[in-house]
């Protein structure tokens, strides 16, 4: 039985379009020995891994904003997008399981990504949940979830482990960075570290064997920091060579060059375990950005790779308006398929709770008022959220209570103040 498990996937390894390419240092008796004999099905991973697969593949980009909490995601999906980021930044500083404010380094609980993909998978269950109720099923609520695993949190075990629970809490795709995980910094911050090439394969093998093994396609991004990253765990790696300086810092790190040159070797040597490959950037650059692409598609033509438009970077100190607003475009025709604002939920969540509060501590109810009046015109374009107890299911639950018991009295909506004053509005 063992046995025909294994030619089965290396049948398909070997014949289905989405494993062109992708190479394994392991074997597929490796894999179907590893599942045991009930293999679970995770059904929000597999459907979001096909999806964003498929979205990646297709002849727009994704363009994605990177979420803090689950009504933010449930809001990104209203307004269009197709799929969502999840930032270990943005659960470092806002989001883990610790309950603290941290940087990125990797200092919060290493379940708390995972919680968050759970989170906002819930949030978007939900959110289909209303809609069909109600009989509306024009929208696609689960977007596929790109999460963060850093990098990985320790060696390849971790990496492992890490995914599955990645997949276990419906992650349609998860990327991991070529940095020392206890040394792990953000990719705009100073001091990062990296791990021999060979190390970071091993990384990406052990994430996709996870993968695997719970028989899920999840798309694994490969993100290299080699642009900005000076430092290297050990010069045992052949690969590395060319860019070791023979200098030692205090800690015992090898200086090495860091640059353009550096990154791309890196990718160059990701791609066939990767699905996506991504290098970390220090400023908005067009011409950076098409020699890194260049370079890859000659060795690997048509490599799907992602680009992180990030906030920190000043944007219109290094571009000009026209260039802004065409800079997604020209990265789209150099094969960046997957485009993304890491902490777009982080500044969007600080940044409109301080217009709030200013204007609350000043005008009291009339900046509220101006807030609430504002929502009340997004509902032209299919904003929902200003009707609150409706948004979080306060109706789908009268439903649950009404199959139960169908001349309940107790109903939450019927007689609430946003049915009066908010659904006799519309009506009018």
Known sequence: MIQEAVRELEAQWSSDERWS???????????????????????????????????IGSEQPVRALGALTG????????????????????????????????????????????????????????????????????????????????AGFG??????????????????GVHYEDQLASEKKCGHLGGKVLVP????????????????????????????????????????DEYDRDFVTGERTAE???????????????????????DVLWCETSTPDIGEAREFAQAVHEKFPGKLLAYNCSP???????????????????????????????????????????????GYAADQMTSYVKLQQHEFEMEEFGYTATRHQREVGAGYFDLVAQAVSPESSTLALKGSTEEAQFEREAAA
């Open 21 to 55: 390419g992708i190479e394994r240092t392991y074997t597929a008796e490796d894999v179907v020995r590893l599942r045991g004999s009930v293999v679970e099905e995770h059904t929000l991973a597999r459907l979001g891994a096909e999806r964003l697969w498929q979205l």
């Open 71 to 150: 009504g933010q995601a449930v809001q990104m999906v209203r307004a269009g997008l197709e799929a969502i980021y999840l930032s270990g930044w943005q659960v470092a500083a806002d989001a883990n399981l610790a309950g603290a404010t941290y940087p990125d380094q990797i200092l919060y609980p290493v379940n708390s990504v995972p919680a968050v993909v759970r989170r906002f998978n819930n949030a978007l269950l939900r959110a289909d949940q209303i809609d069909h109720a109600e009989g509306r099923n024009g929208t696609h609520w689960l977007a596929p979830i790109l999460a963060d695993a850093e």
């Open 155 to 172: 060696g390849p075990l971790n990496a492992y482990e890490l995914m599955r629970a990645m997949i276990e809490a419906g992650a349609a």
């Open 197 to 236: 090439t060979s190390q970071f394969v091993r990384t990406l093998n052990a994430a996709r064997l996870a993968a695997d093994v719970l028989d899920v396609p999840t798309v694994l991004f490969a993100r290299t920091d080699a642009l900005a990253a000076a430092l290297l765990t050990s010069d045992v």
């Open 252 to 274: 015992g790190f090898y200086r090495v060059r860091d640059g353009i040159d550096q990154a791309i070797a890196r990718a160059l040597a990701y791609a066939p375990f990767a």
């Open 312 to 358: 920190s970077f000043n944007w219109s100190k290094h571009l000009d308006e026209e260039q802004i607003a065409g800079f997604q475009t020209s990265l789209a025709d150099m094969g960046y398929r997957f485009q993304f604002i890491t902490l777009a939920g982080f500044h969007s969540l600080n940044a409109g709770m301080f217009e709030l509060a200013r």
